[in-house]
């Protein structure tokens, strides 16, 4: 996994072979860039709790089809259900949280689901 920026800088013919990169919360993506939906993962940093803007990146990855893997590095557990919500489908928690609690977190999804 490579930095957007530094995939950005790459010639066409090096982007092809990445299939990962990571997007700092300052970084704005380029959507008409059509080797972004090539890419297999496209992962959020989140550095802190309050971060959001990984939320509408990924919502609008989704939106615009990218059907790749996108993961959130720095997940809080109370921030899962919402991170599924906007496209998200794996997450690297941050070392303070509890795995089980964080698996705990999707049964709650299931709920609120059902109440939607």
């Not at 800088?9 to 970084?27: F, H, K, N, T």
Request: charged share 20%; glycine share 6%.
């Amino acid at each position: 996994m490579i930095s957007y920026q530094k995939w950005l800088g790459l010639s066409p013919a090096e982007q092809s072979g990445v299939q990962a990169i990571a997007l700092q919360p300052e970084d704005e993506l380029n959507f008409s860039h059509t080797r972004l939906f090539e890419l297999k993962v496209i992962a959020m940093v989140f550095p802190n709790f309050h971060e959001r803007r990984g939320y509408t990146q990924a919502t609008l990855l989704r939106q615009r089809g990218f059907s790749g893997e996108i993961r959130a590095i720095g997940a809080y557990r109370d921030n899962l259900i919402l991170l599924e919500q906007c496209g998200f489908d794996s997450f690297d928690l941050v070392e303070s949280e509890d795995l089980f609690q964080a698996l705990y977190a999707f049964s709650e999804l299931d709920v609120a689901r059902a109440f939607q």
